[in-house]
């Protein structure tokens, strides 16, 4: 009797050892590993259009090693709808397409919380209006559709049309 109790009882340690062997590695493949702005916004597929052009401005590189900064990131959807002549300027002109990207960046890690009616500075010196109602946030004439995606560096947030800066 006393080397069934042992057995069982070692049939019970193995038992538990492995369950705590495969929690914690189920725990480790769905816990995301803490990334970057340019990481965040390029493992999101319905920013790919934005990734696309971030990286051909170089703006990317200022969103991995740079911070903490606010993105407002528009969808595949914002940039449809942008006329193609638009498009087509900005791809033959990269100073200009810079300049459009670097007015959806601002200084700083604004939270959709902590967001206040006014205006922000933006990488490309001009000033953005942000304005709140209730959880309700528009950035100019944008609207956020998806908030505080965060990152190491700071957050992304969604939104549905492509902000033109003033010509100077």
Known sequence: MHQTTNAAFAIL??????AAISLAIAGCATTPKPVNLADSVASNPSLSTFNTLAVQTGLSETLKSGGPFTVFAPTNDAFKAVPAATMADLSKHPEKLKEVLNYHVTSGKLMAANIKNGDVK????ANAALSKAGDFV?????????????????????????MMPSRK
């Open 122 to 125: 933006t990488l490309n010196g």
């Open 138 to 162: 528009t950035v100019e004439n944008a609207a956020v559709v998806v908030a505080d995606l965060g990152a190491t560096n700071g957050v992304v947030h969604t939104i549905d049309t492509v």
């Open 13 to 18: 340690r193995r038992t538990t050892l492995m």
